[in-house]
């Protein structure tokens, strides 16, 4: 029997920081594991470190990972972190201000020598000069314990100290009642044809669990008791694996090749490595020489009758921007990922942002519009994916694709989906004449459905199709180079027509919250999740307010006006220094407030909650 009280919590937000060595994002993997086996509601923040090197002992070099879960609905990683574990001073220094007064964090206290303290740049020793009164502090000297639990174990001194994640690990799903099979069944599998490195890990594990019961340090542990989910089945997906996985579908539902073309960029590289692992499923993917040639590639992939895909980050888009105006006068089906991360040029290139709104609105030369979807959450990126793809086919039109760092990297429950739920995906190659010409017939490729203006699509090589595409304007109809000028105001207005005609696909918008508030807050792509948790909180507190969300920045809901008739006060929160909130106060002539934060860290409930409070208050 344990001889510990156990306090049960409705919800809590764990975050494991240290050097990139330190293995913490092996560890909030295997944390998000374990939680997602307790049935808990979860999101997660993966942090890492722009330098690939920086020096071990550093602020440049701590990577973090914050996991919030609950009992409760969790919408977000967390405004205030309850358990921060710190493997040294440098991370202690980088993510104290997270912490909650009264929260816990706990220290490798072995790693707070005069060395280690001038890495970080501290003058006094943390642990001895009250600066951490605030918080309760549980120091625990994990390097030592790590070397002797390991010292007959073979491994040489460097892969034992790079081994004591997994006590901290293991003492951390103890303190949490996590169950500690899930990472035992890893290590097992990971390590199968490395014995010695597979039973070193998982006496460690053993070893952080049990100390928890048997150290004085903790008189309490805390359990958060499964959350209330529709029913289904679900896995733990990140935002990555969401997009791959509505890539895929949107390959066998419309049962189009799928080529996707791109070069390696933080933190979109993942996508391609994450499709390369379905080309079983029809999916070519291809590593380009850079950003220009990756688009060329899916472009030319398009032409030839298989949907491309393209992805990147803002400065591969950038570089794709003539491409992206080729695809769309070409009007040919192509997809552009943006994962946005920090700006401007390179940036901050492992944190998140959503500073390239503008750039997908308006990064092109000329009058080229294109519809531009963002997905909200992890799980909403198949969604997102599928749409995207779906829209492209259909329309005959790139489709800009946004997510950024923290949906790609982030991770939650997903719900998945019955196939048959998902849009239909009808493809229609063109196969006969069109037109009549001098008497006989013949085939023009920008002949336009009523509906949607989308122009034929013809596979190269199909018997009397031939046709010809390039960059310079089109002639109506026949697609022969034209100069005329009314012939390209008619063009201009025909594609940017056809982009509107999109409002068609969309479904009605939503309103959260309270419909009878003066406020209404206005939000797109991964803020969402904040926006709606600080709504229900202001709800709680006693405070008026309702949420309305953006899936289309372009074109915008064809409701969008009349719900915003409803309302007399908005508020625009997004990662950027004030982009849809611009768009907004130009087509609507409303009086939007901009709420920017542009921290490379995603939006708090409490940051949105304040807010609301302010503007109601």
């Given at each position: 029997?344990?001889?510990?009280?156990?306090?049960?919590?409705?919800?809590?937000?764990?975050?494991?920081?240290?050097?990139?060595?330190?293995g913490m994002q092996l560890t909030g993997t295997q944390f998000t594991l374990a939680t997602a086996h307790a049935m808990?509601?979860?999101?997660?923040?993966?942090?890492?470190?722009?330098?690939?090197?920086?020096?071990?002992?550093?602020?440049?070099?701590?990577?973090?990972?914050?996991?919030?879960?609950?009992?409760?609905?969790?919408?977000?990683?967390?405004?205030?972190?309850?358990?921060?574990?710190?493997?040294?001073?440098?991370?202690?220094?980088?993510?104290?201000?997270?912490?909650?007064?009264?929260?816990?964090?706990?220290?490798?206290?072995?790693?707070?020598?005069?060395?280690?303290?001038?890495?970080?740049?501290?003058?006094?020793?943390?642990?001895?000069?009250?600066?951490?009164?605030?918080?309760?502090?549980?120091?625990?000297?994990?390097?030592?314990?790590?070397?002797?639990?390991?010292?007959?174990?073979?491994?040489?001194?460097?892969?034992?100290?790079?081994?004591?994640?997994?006590?901290?690990?293991?003492?951390?799903?103890?303190?949490?009642?996590?169950?500690?099979?899930?990472?035992?069944?890893?290590?097992?599998?990971?390590?199968?044809?490395?014995?010695?490195?597979?039973?070193?890990?998982?006496?460690?594990?053993?070893?952080?669990?049990?100390?928890?019961?048997?150290?004085?340090?903790?008189?309490?542990?805390?359990?958060?008791?499964?959350?209330?989910?529709?029913?289904?089945?679900?896995?733990?997906?990140?935002?990555?694996?969401?997009?791959?996985?509505?890539?895929?579908?949107?390959?066998?539902?419309?049962?189009?090749?799928?080529?996707?073309?791109?070069?390696?960029?933080?933190?979109?590289?993942?996508?391609?490595?994450?499709?390369?692992?379905?080309?079983?499923?029809?999916?070519?993917?291809?590593?380009?020489?850079?950003?220009?040639?990756?688009?060329?590639?899916?472009?030319?992939?398009?032409?030839?009758?298989?949907?491309?895909?393209?992805?990147?980050?803002?400065?591969?888009?950038?570089?794709?921007?003539?491409?992206?105006?080729?695809?769309?006068?070409?009007?040919?089906?192509?997809?552009?990922?943006?994962?946005?991360?920090?700006?401007?040029?390179?940036?901050?290139?492992?944190?998140?942002?959503?500073?390239?709104?503008?750039?997908?609105?308006f990064g092109r030369n000329g009058d080229a519009p294109m519809p531009v979807i963002a997905a909200s959450t992890p799980?909403?990126?198949?969604?997102?994916?599928?749409?995207?793809?779906?829209?492209?086919?259909?329309?005959?039109?790139?489709?800009?694709?946004?997510?950024?760092?923290?949906?790609?990297?982030?991770?939650?429950?997903?719900?998945?989906?019955?196939?048959?739920?998902?849009?239909?995906?009808?493809?229609?190659f063109a196969t006969e004449f069109n037109a009549e010409e001098e008497g006989e017939e013949v085939f023009w490729p920008?002949?336009?459905?009523?509906?949607?203006?989308?122009?034929?699509?013809?596979?190269?090589?199909?018997?009397?199709?031939?046709?010809?595409?390039?960059?310079?304007?089109?002639?109506?109809?026949?697609?022969?180079?034209?100069?005329?000028?009314?012939?390209?105001?008619?063009?201009?207005?025909?594609?940017?027509?056809?982009?509107?005609?999109?409002?068609?696909?969309?479904?009605?918008?939503?309103?959260?919250?309270?419909?009878?508030?003066?406020?209404?807050?206005?939000?797109?792509?991964?803020?969402?999740?904040?926006?709606?948790?600080?709504?229900?909180?202001?709800?709680?507190?006693?405070?008026?307010?309702?949420?309305?969300?953006?899936?289309?920045?372009?074109?915008?809901?064809?409701?969008?006006?009349?719900?915003?008739?409803?309302?007399?006060?908005?508020?625009?929160?997004?990662?950027?220094?004030?982009?849809?909130?611009?768009?907004?106060?130009?087509?609507?002539?409303?009086?939007?407030?901009?709420?920017?934060?542009?921290?490379?860290?995603?939006?708090?409930?409490?940051?949105?909650?304040?807010?609301?409070?302010?503007?109601?208050?």
């Amino acid at each position: 029997m344990s001889s510990k009280t156990v306090e049960t919590l409705p919800e809590a937000t764990v975050l494991f920081a240290g050097d990139s060595g330190d293995g913490m994002q092996l560890t909030g993997t295997q944390f998000t594991l374990a939680t997602a086996h307790a049935m808990n509601d979860l999101a997660t923040l993966p942090d890492f470190p722009a330098e690939i090197r920086a020096p071990v002992g550093t602020t440049y070099g701590v990577s973090g990972f914050q996991l919030h879960f609950g009992s409760v609905d969790i919408r977000t990683p967390g405004d205030e972190v309850d358990l921060l574990v710190a493997m040294n001073p440098a991370a202690l220094v980088v993510n104290l201000d997270r912490v909650k007064p009264g929260g816990t964090i706990l220290v490798n206290s072995n790693s707070f020598e005069k060395k280690d303290l001038k890495l970080a740049n501290l003058k006094e020793n943390p642990l001895e000069d009250g600066s951490l009164d605030k918080y309760r502090v549980i120091q625990v000297e994990l390097t030592r314990l790590t070397r002797e639990t390991l010292k007959d174990s073979g491994l040489d001194h460097k892969a034992i100290d790079r081994s004591k994640n997994m006590f901290a690990l293991g003492l951390s799903l103890w303190l949490y009642s996590r169950p500690i099979e899930p990472a035992q069944r890893w290590l097992t599998t990971k390590f199968a044809k490395k014995p010695d490195i597979r039973d070193a890990n998982l006496e460690l594990l053993k070893k952080g669990y049990h100390f928890g019961e048997t150290t004085e340090q903790f008189v309490t542990r805390y359990e958060v008791t499964p959350a209330t989910l529709p029913p289904g089945r679900y896995r733990a997906v990140q935002g990555v694996q969401a997009l791959a996985m509505g890539i895929v579908a949107a390959a066998d539902k419309s049962g189009l090749p799928i080529t996707y073309g791109s070069y390696p960029i933080t933190p979109a590289s993942d996508l391609l490595h994450a499709l390369s692992r379905y080309k079983n499923h029809g999916i070519m993917t291809i590593q380009a020489e850079d950003e220009i040639a990756a688009i060329g590639m899916t472009i030319g992939a398009s032409f030839g009758g298989s949907l491309g895909i393209t992805g990147t980050s803002g400065p591969g888009i950038a570089l794709k921007g003539e491409a992206m105006g080729l695809a769309h006068i070409l009007e040919l089906p192509l997809v552009i990922v943006n994962v946005q991360r920090g700006g401007p040029s390179t940036g901050l290139p492992t944190k998140t942002e959503q500073s390239d709104l503008m750039q997908a609105l308006f990064g092109r030369n000329g009058d080229a519009p294109m519809p531009v979807i963002a997905a909200s959450t992890p799980g909403d990126c198949f969604e997102a994916a599928y749409e995207a793809c779906r829209i492209a086919v259909k329309y005959m039109t790139p489709v800009v694709l946004l997510s950024d760092g923290y949906l790609a990297n982030g991770s939650e429950p997903w719900l998945i989906p019955d196939p048959d739920s998902l849009h239909d995906f009808p493809v229609e190659f063109a196969t006969e004449f069109n037109a009549e010409e001098e008497g006989e017939e013949v085939f023009w490729p920008y002949v336009r459905d009523e509906q949607t203006l989308a122009r034929p699509w013809a596979k190269p090589g199909t018997p009397n199709l031939e046709h010809r595409v390039g960059g310079l304007e089109k002639a109506d109809k026949t697609g022969n180079v034209s100069y005329d000028a009314a012939n390209h105001e008619k063009m201009i207005k025909l594609r940017t027509e056809k982009v509107e005609r999109v409002q068609q696909d969309m479904k009605p918008l939503e309103i959260f919250g309270d419909e009878d508030a003066d406020l209404l807050i206005i939000g797109w792509g991964s803020t969402r999740g904040a926006i709606e948790a600080g709504v229900t909180r202001a709800l709680n507190a006693g405070h008026k307010a309702a949420a309305v969300h953006l899936r289309w920045v372009n074109p915008l809901p064809a409701d969008l006006g009349e719900v915003l008739s409803r309302f007399s006060t908005y508020l625009v929160p997004e990662l950027n220094n004030g982009q849809l909130v611009r768009i907004l106060r130009d087509r609507y002539l409303l009086p939007f407030e901009a709420m920017n934060k542009i921290q490379g860290r995603p939006f708090g409930p409490s940051e949105i909650e304040r807010k609301i409070a302010e503007m109601v208050g």
